[in-house]
C-alpha cells in the first residue's frame, strides 16, 4: 500500500487566495517531499522538510510536518493560474533506498 | 546537461509484444528509477537501482524487467505486452550524496506514454 495519501484529491479555487493540500503517512519517515506535476509532464521537486524540522518555506511555499500525527501540509499562497498542476507528496521511510508518493492533489487555479 | 531523458516517448504495442524503454541521465547518479503513473493514482515504483550492475524490485515488479549496465543507463524491459502494463512511465535519478535517499531530490523524466491494445 501507498506510504502517502494527499487530500483533498481535488481542489478548486480563486486566483489570489490560499490553497492548502494535506498529505498522511503511516511509517517513520526521514524526510518528506513535495512535487509538482504539470498535465503531461515529470514531475518537478518543490521542497524538503527533515523529520527534526516542524516548518519549512521557500518563496509562496510553506510546508509543516506533524510526525506525531505523520501528517504534512503544504500551503501555496497567493495562487496563480501558473499554479495549476498536481502536487505529491513522497517519503523517505526510514532504512529505504526510496521515495513512496501519494496519489496526488489535482489543484485548479481559476483565473 | 539534459537530465534525465526517456526514450520513447510514445509507443502503441500489440498485447504479447515485447519492447524496452531507455532511461539515460548524464548527471553521474548513483541511484535510478522506474516508476507507473496510472489515471488518478500516485507514482508507483517498478524497479529501481543503486548503483551500476545492480537492481531491485519495487512495489510494482511483476511483467517488468530491468538492466544496469552502464551507470548512466536504466532499461525497463516488457517481455509479453498485456493491457494492463497501458500507463505512463516516468524514469528518474537521485545522486544519492552519503545517506540513501536522505536529503537528496529525485529528478525526473518527462515521461514515456505505452498504450497496450
Known amino acids: 500500500s501507498q506510504q502517502g495519501e494527499e487530500d483533498p484529491q481535488a481542489l478548486s479555487i480563486q486566483e489570489g487566495e490560499n490553497a492548502t493540500m494535506n498529505c498522511s503517512y503511516k511509517t517513520s519517515i526521514n524526510n518528506l517531499q513535495w512535487y509538482r506535476q504539470n498535465s503531461g509532464r515529470g514531475l518537478v521537486h518543490l521542497i524538503l522538510?527533515?523529520?527534526?524540522?516542524r516548518e519549512k518555506h521557500s518563496g509562496r511555499l510553506r510546508v509543516t510536518l506533524d510526525t506525531s500525527k505523520k501528517s504534512s501540509s503544504l500551503l501555496i499562497t497567493a495562487s496563480r493560474a501558473a499554479d495549476t498542476a498536481s502536487y505529491f507528496c513522497?517519503?523517505?521511510?526510514?532504512?529505504?533506498?526510496?521515495?513512496?508518493f501519494g496519489q496526488g492533489t489535482r489543484l485548479t487555479i481559476n483565473p | 546537461n539534459a537530465g534525465v531523458t526517456q526514450t520513447p516517448k510514445f509507443r502503441v504495442l500489440k498485447t504479447g509484444q515485447s519492447m524496452t524503454l531507455l532511461c539515460a541521465q548524464d548527471m553521474n547518479h548513483e541511484y535510478m528509477y522506474w516508476y507507473r503513473q496510472d489515471p488518478g493514482m500516485g507514482l508507483r515504483l517498478i524497479h529501481y537501482s543503486v548503483g551500476e550492475g545492480t537492481t531491485a524490485k519495487g512495489e510494482v515488479p511483476d511483467g517488468y524487467n530491468v538492466s544496469r549496465l552502464k551507470k548512466q543507463n536504466f532499461l525497463l524491459g516488457l517481455e509479453s505486452a498485456a493491457p494492463s502494463q497501458t500507463s505512463v512511465y516516468f524514469c528518474?535519478?537521485?545522486?544519492?550524496?552519503?545517506?540513501?535517499?536522505?536529503?537528496?531530490?529525485?529528478?525526473f523524466g518527462e515521461g514515456s506514454w505505452l498504450t497496450v491494445v
Open positions: 522538510i527533515r523529520s527534526n524540522e
Open positions: 528518474a535519478s537521485n545522486p544519492n550524496r552519503g545517506v540513501p535517499v536522505s536529503g537528496n531530490t529525485i529528478y
Open positions: 513522497a517519503t523517505d521511510a526510514s532504512g529505504a533506498q526510496k521515495l513512496v
